[in-house]
């Protein structure tokens, strides 16, 4: 049998291979809640290299907590555009208020869990990097980190129990409760840098000799996961309207719901089956000369997509919306699937 993994070993390969991120606290400095926090929210379903650019962007923008509480919801939307999940930036927008009138962000996980947007995880990740709470934080990296650690073969989710038995087994050592923070980083990092998804670097692990999947001659294929079901496809078809002005016509989503409260140029439902023109015509915003420019496919968590993008200009736009300057739409709260709409639309221009 495999002996138990050092938190001590662990401790010592992150003192010396530790990954420096905006987020995070230099050895013997206190962590910035709100750094921390705000960094969590972000890396939901997306990865670090991708956040990046958006938190430092982001942090010029709202610097404290009490600056993101006091900024309309428009601006955190736009801020946000691009990162996906929308719901997240509201209910970033909601916590942050709430945090800013109770004077700072609660210490505990219990009063983490009950903000706005602050699921289990997220809580345990910002009392245990934030507030030093001994506490594992079980992401997708340490999923993976104890999947093997501990062997356990069972494919996801029905493994995820069992996973985090063995994650909280792996912080129940002096060292770990000693340095909480720096524990869960170095689980985050062990699976980011080495216990990686495919290929993982097994001969520069600090937990090589203690790896029971590795003993095993199965480490890369853990955590193993049930196949995924085939997602089903929507269509839906999107009009770029512009004026005489060079001015495009977009109109907001319903506050809840899909991309709530997101910037989008007008369109029609998305649907299960294709729109044909006589279907189309109707959910146009005005009467013009129409012409298609192309299709759009993007994929959202739940389905397929396909958006037919259909074009025209005319002198003056007489439509529910707003209009905004073509040359300014990057300063809008445009989702990612909008973005790609844009961008296939103005090359017609």
């Known amino acids: 049998m495999s002996p138990v993994p050092s938190a001590d070993t662990l401790l010592a390969w992150y003192d010396r291979h530790?990954?420096?991120?905006?987020?995070?606290?230099?050895?013997?400095?206190?962590?910035?809640?709100?750094?921390?926090?705000?960094?969590?929210?972000?890396?939901?379903?997306?990865?670090?290299?991708?956040?990046?650019?958006?938190?430092?962007?982001?942090?010029?923008?709202?610097?404290?907590?009490?600056?993101?509480?006091?900024?309309?919801?428009?601006?955190?939307?736009?801020?946000?555009?691009?990162?996906?999940?929308?719901?997240?930036?509201?209910?970033?927008?909601?916590?942050?208020?709430?945090?800013?009138?109770?004077?700072?962000?609660?210490?505990?996980?219990?009063?983490?869990?009950?903000?706005?947007?602050?699921?289990?995880?997220?809580?345990?990740?910002?009392?245990?990097?934030?507030?030093?709470?001994?506490?594992?934080?079980?992401?997708?990296?340490?999923?993976?980190?104890?999947?093997?650690?501990?062997?356990?073969?069972?494919?996801?989710?029905?493994?995820?129990?069992?996973?985090?038995?063995?994650?909280?087994?792996?912080?129940?050592?002096?060292?770990?409760?000693?340095?909480?923070?720096?524990?869960?980083?170095?689980?985050?990092?062990?699976?980011?840098?080495?216990?990686?998804?495919?290929?993982?670097a097994c001969g520069v692990c600090p937990w090589f000799s203690s790896c029971a999947a590795r003993l095993a001659g199965i480490a890369a294929e853990l955590p193993r996961k049930a196949p995924k079901a085939v997602r089903p496809m929507r269509y839906g078809v999107h009009f770029w309207l512009t004026d005489a002005a060079g001015r495009v016509l977009l109109r907001r989503r319903p506050p809840r719901g899909l991309l709530g409260g997101m910037t989008e140029i007008p369109g029609t439902d998305w649907r299960a089956l294709p729109w044909d023109e006589a279907a189309w015509t109707d959910h146009a915003p005005m009467k013009a000369a129409w012409r298609p420019v192309g299709e759009v496919r993007h994929g959202l968590t739940h389905f397929e997509l396909r958006i037919t993008v259909m074009a025209a200009r005319v002198p003056v736009i007489v439509a529910d919306g707003f209009l905004g300057a073509v040359e300014k739409l990057d300063a809008e709260a445009l989702p990612t699937v909008m973005r790609k709409c844009v961008a296939l639309a103005s090359g017609e221009r």
């Open 18 to 200: 530790r990954r420096r991120l905006p987020w995070r606290a230099e050895p013997g400095q206190a962590a910035d809640p709100y750094r921390v926090w705000l960094s969590e929210i972000m890396l939901q379903q997306t990865t670090v290299v991708a956040v990046l650019p958006y938190y430092e962007t982001f942090l010029t923008r709202f610097p404290t907590v009490a600056a993101l509480a006091a900024a309309p919801e428009g601006d955190v939307m736009a801020a946000w555009a691009g990162l996906g999940y929308y719901a997240r930036a509201r209910n970033l927008h909601a916590c942050a208020k709430a945090v800013a009138a109770s004077g700072g962000f609660p210490r505990t996980i219990d009063g983490l869990r009950a903000l706005p947007g602050i699921g289990p995880y997220t809580a345990s990740a910002v009392a245990a990097i934030a507030f030093g709470v001994p506490t594992v934080p079980v992401d997708g990296n340490v999923e993976r980190v104890a999947a093997r650690v501990a062997c356990i073969a069972a494919p996801l989710p029905a493994a995820k129990p069992a996973i985090a038995t063995a994650a909280a087994w792996l912080g129940d050592q002096p060292a770990a409760i000693a340095r909480p923070s720096d524990f869960a980083q170095a689980l985050f990092d062990l699976g980011a840098t080495v216990c990686t998804p495919t290929s993982p």
